[in-house]
């Protein structure tokens, strides 16, 4: 038992390490600011990774999905991207290192996590004022479509949402739950899971391959639960309760920005059918894009090809503020 439980402890601090590590390889630092709640209140503070000094590179805020921290889902972006792009990082509010009094404070909306994103790039040395492209994943594809349609295209440029059903609605919710499986009574119990089965559950709807058989084991995956999800529970079901995705809070209309759909073949949380309903609502001026053999992160399952599509994409789209890449090898 005693072996069981270190190896778990040391799996998963080893893969935070790596994540970490990957960043700061990147040229990635951490930093917090202390902002304003959006929604009134107390104040909230966003933890985020950028590279020290002023942007010499086009500025590039990369947004993440309900989860784990943001180091756990773009550690395989950070060190390519970087080489192209100034990269801002951050924590969504109830994840990882941001944070507000949840107490007080109401559920924060995709919109109230955008208006916090708008602020913290206010924030940043020499992005003030300055155009920045956004790409969101899932949850985080929300925040950037809202940050995009609230700021506007001279505050946001290109803008990439990735396997982010914008127009989800309760049908389609009825049917995620359906291919769960009856075991689970909400989509609450699978994304943020207290039970290795409901871990698991969640690993093989994420993906498109099986998970390997070591992170399967019940001891593995009890310390991931723990770790990224029981310490932060409180937390992360406030933020549940703000998503107004597939409410008439969240209303979906054209951008005036370029935009990139990218969705994974096989994703199983939201389908790849969407990606085309979703690009007909952006007037059918969004450039789609199915990565092959992916599931609902193929941006973790095939890297390579995600990092090409998206450095492809917004190095080809409207040009950032030439201020931000004065001096640049671009």
């Known amino acids: 038992m005693g072996g069981s439980l270190s190896l ?17 390889a990147a040229g990635l630092r951490q ?44 550690r395989c972006q950070v060190g390519p991207l970087s080489r192209h792009f100034h990269l801002i990082v951050p924590d969504l509010l109830g994840f990882g290192g941001s944070s507000c009094d949840f107490a007080s404070s109401p ?6 996590q955008a208006a916090a994103l708008a602020a913290l790039l206010d924030s940043v040395d020499g992005l003030k004022g300055k155009r920045v492209a956004v790409a969101g994943t899932s949850y ?9 349609r609230a700021a506007g295209p001279k505050r946001v440029g290109p803008v990439v949402v990735a ?33 290795p089965a409901g871990m698991k559950r969640l690993m093989e709807m994420t993906m498109y391959r099986p998970p390997p058989a070591l992170m399967t084991l019940d001891f593995v995956l009890r310390d991931f639960i723990q770790k990224l999800f029981t310490d932060y529970r409180e937390q ?28 994974g073949e096989h994703d199983q949380l939201f389908l790849v059918e969407k990606a085309s309903v979703i690009q007909r609502s952006l007037d059918g001026k969004a450039r789609v894009e199915i990565i ?11 890297p390579s090809r995600f990092n090409k599509i998206l450095k492809d994409f917004l190095l080809s789209a409207d040009k950032p503020d030439p201020v931000c890449i004065k001096d640049s090898s671009l």
């Open 31 to 74: 930093h917090s600011v202390t902002l304003p709640y959006p929604d009134g209140g107390s104040c909230c503070t966003v933890h985020y990774w950028a590279p020290p000094g002023e942007p010499r590179l086009p500025p590039l805020l990369l947004i993440h999905g309900f989860g784990p921290r943001a180091t756990w889902q773009w």
């Open 107 to 112: 559920p924060p909306s995709e919109a109230t």
């Open 163 to 195: 396997s982010s059903d914008l127009l989800k609605t309760e049908a389609d919710h009825r049917a995620f739950m359906k291919r769960a499986g009856e075991r689970w009574k909400s989509g609450d119990e699978l994304l943020i899971p207290t039970e």
């Open 236 to 263: 992360l079901i406030h933020v549940l309760k703000g998503i107004t995705v597939g409410t008439d809070k969240f209303q979906v209309a054209p951008l005036s920005q370029e935009v990139l759909i990218v969705w």
């Open 140 to 148: 985080g594809g929300f925040v950037a479509y809202c940050l995009a």
């Open 292 to 302: 092959s053999k992916t599931g609902h992160c193929p941006q973790i399952e095939d």
């Open 8 to 24: 778990s402890l040391s799996l998963v601090s080893l893969l935070d390490y790596f994540a970490r590590r990957q960043f700061l």
